[in-house]
Every structure is written in structure tokens, then in C-alpha cells.
């Protein structure tokens, strides 16, 4: 490809635009052209308008750009969306109206009807609903999702496990804090402690689950029939939501077969030789206390989702522990890579 596609981020100045502006410096394909945000921010220079809370320096590139107000006019076609949750609706309505493909992070348009809640490597097929959602909003453009951060890993951990039928899952999650935004959980609440809620957290995660591995039939989404039951827990890591999985499946299969089918797993990502996909997107690791958030975490580019401790459990038939990167494969990274593969798709002409 000779010239990048210029893209927008909607919502840059924020925490997970920060993200979203960090994975995308030096993307082989597509290139951050225009920065938007609220009218606060707007008619800054972004250097000026933005707080940088990630490590490194923010990228040169984006420094020197005007920041604009979140209205479609002179954005990218292409715009990535990391506006604030209370907005997300009608902003990103308002660029898909006006012709923009939007990847969105947020969470308000996931469980839409016509909207895909994609994880390249799983649910490709899901992006068939384009037509229909142009066809029923009356749009040449397009919204795409992806999903929640602990959605992402237990969905991914799950996955390569299809094949034997799950009928039920169990899945205990401990989040990093990175996934609360800035400033976050107060300190005094999360030094030394575990909290046990995150509003709205465990219903995102299973209703999520089962759209993104359920099918796509007859132009509609058809739900995973597996009951998913979620924990959601804080707890003081800096990057890295770690799951414990426990699942039922209709087949008994050996041990062994499971921890081959998660290092046989690929999906179109890896098929494509998309630009953000990990080579193997389940790394199975046998050590008996691995994966561990500080030791794995940022391993392959933070895109690969990592298992181990598989073993029986005497109550769903099997348990293991899954780990992935909750601002990387859970946000910003799960996102270009939708572009990614919207790109191969030729939905981005
Ligand atoms: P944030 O740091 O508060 O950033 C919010 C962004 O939205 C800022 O760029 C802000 O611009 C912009 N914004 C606020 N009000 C606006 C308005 N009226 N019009 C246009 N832009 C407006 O939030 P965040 O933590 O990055 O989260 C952003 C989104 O991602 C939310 O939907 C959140 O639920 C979702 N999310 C967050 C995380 C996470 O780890 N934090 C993870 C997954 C998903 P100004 O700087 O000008 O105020």
C-alpha cells in the first residue's frame, strides 16, 4: 500500500483516545489526521488540550493537531470512537449519518440489532450485517463495535472450545485498574484491596459472550445458547484482566485435546496476516502458575490472550485461567484491528 489512510479518533483527548492514538504511530496502514473531542478542548492545539497519562512521551505526530468538536464535516472517513459513554450515541449516529465508518469502543450501540460486536478471530461473519444496518437507519456509513475488556478474554479463551459444545461457564474476573479510566478507583479504596463490583460490569459480560459467539443466520445474530454466569472484581494490577473459567461442554474430551484445540485456534486475522494480529491468538502456557498479568501481559504487542491451568473441575467438568490485555487487546488494539479487517473486507473504500 503506498499512502495511509488518514483516520479520526473521536474522543482523543481521553484516556482510551490516548490509547487509541499510541497503537496507531507508525500503523502500516492508517494514519491519525484529526483529533476530536468536547467543546472544551476544541480549537487547542492537542498538546495543549490533553493531559498525557500513558508512558512515553505522546506521539510528535498528533501533537501539533487542531483539535475539533466531535461533528462529522472535515473528519477522515474512517474514525475510531472513544467518546464519553453519556454521548457515544448520538456522535457516533451522527458521523455513520454522514457517512463515516465507525469503530467504536464505547458501549452503547453493542447490543443493536443491526450493529456488529466483533472479535475478528471468532466472528468475522458478523460483519454481514452491514447492509442491513445501512438499509434500516437509512446511512451510507457504519458503526462496528467491539467488546467490553473482559469480554474480549473470556470470548477468546472460549472460543477454540466451540467445537466441543459449551452448554455453561463460570467466569471469575480480576480487572487492572487501567480499565477504570483516569483517575479511576480512588487509592485508598484499591491499595491492598480487592473490590468486588464494577457497575454494570457482569451483565456486559454475558450478554456480550453470547452475541460474539453465537452465529449469524438469515441476516440476523443468533445468540450462543450457553448461560454465562460473571464475578467481576478491581483489583490493584496496573494492565492485565485475569479470568478463571470454569465450563461445561456437551462432549468429554480429553484434557489434552482442549489445550490443542487453544493452540490450533486462528482465525481470519491470521489468515489475512492482518497487521495487529497476533500470530497465535491463544497462547496455551504450561507452566503450573502461568499466566501471570505482570510477566505476560505485554507480550505479543498486548493482542494474544493467554490460558493455562487447564484441569478438571468437579463441578462444570473443566477450569483454567485466561489473561489479556484489558487496554490493548480489550480496547484500542481490538479496535484497529476491526479496521483492519473492515479494510480486507472493502468496507473502508
Ligand atoms: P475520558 O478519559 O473521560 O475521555 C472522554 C473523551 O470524550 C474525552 O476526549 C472528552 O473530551 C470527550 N468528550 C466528553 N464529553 C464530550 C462531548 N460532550 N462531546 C464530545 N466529546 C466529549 O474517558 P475514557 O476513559 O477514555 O472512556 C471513553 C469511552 O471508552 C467511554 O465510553 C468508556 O465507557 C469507554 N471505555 C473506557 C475504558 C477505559 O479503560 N477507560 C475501557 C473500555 C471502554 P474532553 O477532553 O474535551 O473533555
Same mark, same amino acid.
Given at each position: 500500500?503506498?499512502?495511509?489512510?488518514?483516520?479520526?479518533?473521536?474522543?482523543?483527548?481521553?484516556?482510551?483516545?490516548?490509547?487509541?492514538?499510541?497503537?496507531?504511530?507508525?500503523?502500516?496502514?492508517?494514519?491519525?489526521?484529526?483529533?476530536?473531542?468536547? =467543546?472544551?478542548?476544541?480549537?487547542?492545539?492537542?498538546?495543549?488540550?490533553?493531559?498525557?497519562?500513558?508512558?512515553?512521551?505522546?506521539?510528535?505526530?498528533?501533537?501539533?493537531?487542531?483539535?475539533?468538536?466531535?461533528?462529522?464535516?472535515?473528519?477522515?472517513?474512517?474514525?475510531?470512537?472513544?467518546?464519553?459513554?453519556?454521548?457515544?450515541?448520538?456522535?457516533?449516529?451522527?458521523?455513520?449519518?454522514?457517512?463515516?465508518?465507525?469503530?467504536?469502543?464505547?458501549?452503547?450501540?453493542?447490543?443493536?440489532?443491526?450493529?456488529?460486536?466483533?472479535?475478528?478471530?471468532?466472528?468475522? =461473519?458478523?460483519?454481514?450485517?452491514?447492509?442491513?444496518?445501512?438499509?434500516?437507519?437509512?446511512?451510507?456509513?457504519?458503526?462496528?463495535?467491539?467488546p467490553?475488556?473482559?469480554t474480549v478474554v473470556?470470548?477468546?479463551?472460549?472460543?477454540?472450545?466451540?467445537?466441543?459444545?459449551?452448554?455453561?461457564?463460570?467466569?471469575?474476573?480480576?480487572?487492572?485498574?487501567?480499565?477504570?479510566?483516569?483517575?479511576?478507583?480512588?487509592?485508598?479504596?484499591?491499595?491492598?484491596?480487592?473490590?468486588?463490583?464494577?457497575?454494570?460490569?457482569?451483565?456486559?459480560?454475558?450478554?456480550?459472550?453470547?452475541?460474539?459467539?453465537?452465529?449469524?443466520?438469515?441476516?440476523?445474530?443468533?445468540?450462543?445458547?450457553?448461560?454465562?454466569?460473571?464475578?467481576?472484581?478491581?483489583?490493584?494490577?496496573?494492565?492485565?484482566?485475569?479470568?478463571?473459567?470454569?465450563?461445561?461442554?456437551?462432549?468429554?474430551?480429553?484434557?489434552?485435546?482442549?489445550?490443542?484445540?487453544?493452540?490450533?485456534?486462528?482465525?481470519?486475522?491470521?489468515?489475512?496476516?492482518?497487521?495487529?494480529?497476533?500470530?497465535?491468538?491463544?497462547? #496455551?502456557?504450561?507452566?503450573?502458575?502461568?499466566?501471570?498479568?505482570?510477566? =505476560?501481559?505485554?507480550?505479543?504487542?498486548?493482542?494474544?490472550?493467554?490460558?493455562?491451568?487447564?484441569?478438571?473441575?468437579?463441578?462444570?467438568? #473443566?477450569?483454567?485461567?485466561?489473561?489479556g490485555?484489558?487496554?490493548?487487546r480489550g480496547?484500542?488494539?481490538a479496535?484497529?484491528?476491526?479496521?483492519?479487517?473492515?479494510?480486507?473486507?472493502?468496507?473502508? =473504500?
Amino acid at each position: 500500500m503506498s499512502a495511509k489512510i488518514p483516520v479520526g479518533v473521536l474522543g482523543a483527548t481521553g484516556m482510551v483516545g490516548q490509547h487509541f492514538l499510541r497503537f496507531l504511530a507508525n500503523h502500516p496502514w492508517f494514519e491519525v489526521t484529526w483529533a476530536g473531542a468536547s =467543546d472544551r478542548s476544541a480549537g487547542k492545539k492537542f498538546r495543549d488540550a490533553t493531559s498525557w497519562r500513558l508512558d512515553g512521551v505522546m506521539p510528535e505526530s498528533v501533537a501539533g493537531l487542531t483539535v475539533e468538536e466531535c461533528k462529522p464535516g472535515n473528519a477522515p472517513k474512517l474514525v475510531f470512537s472513544a467518546t464519553d459513554a453519556s454521548v457515544a450515541t448520538e456522535i457516533e449516529q451522527a458521523f455513520a449519518g454522514a457517512e463515516h465508518v465507525v469503530v467504536s469502543n464505547s458501549r452503547n450501540h453493542r447490543m443493536e440489532s443491526d450493529v456488529a460486536l466483533l472479535v475478528p478471530e471468532i466472528n468475522a =461473519d458478523h460483519l454481514a450485517i452491514a447492509a442491513a444496518q445501512r438499509a434500516r437507519r437509512g446511512w451510507k456509513g457504519l458503526i462496528v463495535t467491539n467488546p467490553n475488556c473482559s469480554t474480549v478474554v473470556l470470548t477468546m479463551a472460549l472460543a477454540p472450545l466451540r467445537q466441543f459444545g459449551i452448554t455453561r461457564t463460570v467466569v471469575t474476573t480480576m480487572q487492572a485498574i487501567s480499565g477504570a479510566g483516569y483517575p479511576g478507583v480512588s487509592s485508598m479504596d484499591i491499595n491492598a484491596n480487592v473490590v468486588p463490583f464494577i457497575g454494570g460490569e457482569e451483565e456486559k459480560v454475558e450478554i456480550e459472550t453470547q452475541k460474539i459467539l453465537g452465529g449469524f443466520e438469515q441476516g440476523a445474530f443468533v445468540p450462543h445458547p450457553m448461560r454465562v454466569s460473571a464475578h467481576c472484581n478491581r483489583v490493584p494490577v496496573l494492565d492485565g484482566h485475569t479470568a478463571t473459567i470454569s465450563v461445561e461442554l456437551s462432549s468429554e474430551p480429553p484434557e489434552q485435546e482442549l489445550i490443542a484445540a487453544f493452540a490450533a485456534f486462528r482465525g481470519v486475522p491470521q489468515e489475512r496476516n492482518l497487521p495487529s494480529a497476533p500470530a497465535v491468538p491463544v497462547i #496455551y502456557m504450561p507452566e503450573k502458575d502461568r499466566p501471570q498479568p505482570r510477566r =505476560d501481559v505485554e507480550r505479543e504487542r498486548g493482542m494474544a490472550v493467554f490460558c493455562g491451568r487447564l484441569r478438571t473441575c468437579p463441578v462444570f467438568g #473443566y477450569k483454567f485461567i485466561a489473561l489479556g490485555h484489558n487496554t490493548v487487546r480489550g480496547a484500542a488494539g481490538a479496535a484497529v484491528l476491526n479496521a483492519e479487517l473492515m479494510k480486507t473486507e472493502g468496507l473502508l =473504500d
